[in-house]
Protein backbone atom coordinates (compact mmCIF):
# COMPACT_ATOMS: atom_id res chain seq x y z
CA UNK A 1 0.00 0.00 0.00
CA UNK A 2 2.84 2.55 0.90
CA UNK A 3 4.23 1.43 -2.53
CA UNK A 4 1.26 3.66 -3.85
CA UNK A 5 2.53 6.61 -2.05
CA UNK A 6 6.37 7.08 -2.28
CA UNK A 7 6.15 10.75 -0.47
CA UNK A 8 4.14 9.63 2.18
CA UNK A 9 6.92 6.38 2.59
CA UNK A 10 9.57 9.04 2.62
CA UNK A 11 7.49 11.23 4.99
CA UNK A 12 7.85 8.45 7.50
CA UNK A 13 11.47 7.24 7.70
CA UNK A 14 12.40 11.02 7.72
CA UNK A 15 13.83 11.74 11.18
CA UNK A 16 15.97 15.05 10.60
CA UNK A 17 13.56 17.17 11.71
CA UNK A 18 13.18 14.98 15.31
CA UNK A 19 16.23 16.76 16.54
CA UNK A 20 14.70 20.68 16.18
CA UNK A 21 11.56 19.31 17.64
CA UNK A 22 12.89 18.37 20.43
CA UNK A 23 15.13 21.12 21.05
CA UNK A 24 12.55 23.63 20.24
CA UNK A 25 10.69 21.48 23.39
CA UNK A 26 13.66 21.72 25.78
CA UNK A 27 13.95 25.60 25.21
CA UNK A 28 9.80 26.11 25.80
CA UNK A 29 9.92 23.96 28.92
CA UNK A 30 13.27 26.24 29.65
CA UNK A 31 11.23 29.18 29.11
CA UNK A 32 8.21 28.18 31.38
CA UNK A 33 10.65 27.16 34.35
CA UNK A 34 11.65 30.61 33.98
CA UNK A 35 8.45 32.26 33.88
CA UNK A 36 7.04 30.51 36.66
CA UNK A 37 10.42 31.07 38.73
CA UNK A 38 10.66 34.76 38.24
CA UNK A 39 6.87 35.40 38.71
CA UNK A 40 7.13 33.99 42.35
CA UNK A 41 9.98 36.34 43.09
CA UNK A 42 8.22 39.85 41.47
CA UNK A 43 6.64 40.17 45.24
CA UNK A 44 9.29 39.69 47.18
CA UNK A 45 11.53 41.55 45.11
CA UNK A 46 8.78 45.01 44.79
CA UNK A 47 8.70 44.41 48.82
CA UNK A 48 12.44 44.28 49.15
CA UNK A 49 12.61 47.89 46.50
CA UNK A 50 9.82 49.33 48.46
CA UNK A 51 11.49 48.78 52.09
CA UNK A 52 14.97 50.06 50.84
CA UNK A 53 12.99 53.49 49.05
CA UNK A 54 10.83 54.10 52.50
CA UNK A 55 14.12 53.58 54.72
CA UNK A 56 15.97 56.43 52.07
CA UNK A 57 12.93 58.81 52.54
CA UNK A 58 13.59 58.40 55.94
CA UNK A 59 16.76 59.18 56.47
CA UNK A 60 16.24 61.69 53.91
CA UNK A 61 13.52 63.31 56.01
CA UNK A 62 16.05 63.30 59.32
CA UNK A 63 18.78 65.56 56.89
CA UNK A 64 16.21 68.15 56.39
Same mark, same amino acid.
Given at each position: ???? $?????? $? =?????? /?? /?? %??? =????? !? #?? /?? =? !??? #?????? !????????? %?? *?? %? *? =?????
Amino acid at each position: MLKR $FPTSCR $F =LADHSG /AT /AI %EYG =LIIAL !V #GL /AL =L !VGL #GNTNDS !VSAMFNDLM %EK *VT %E *V =LQRKS
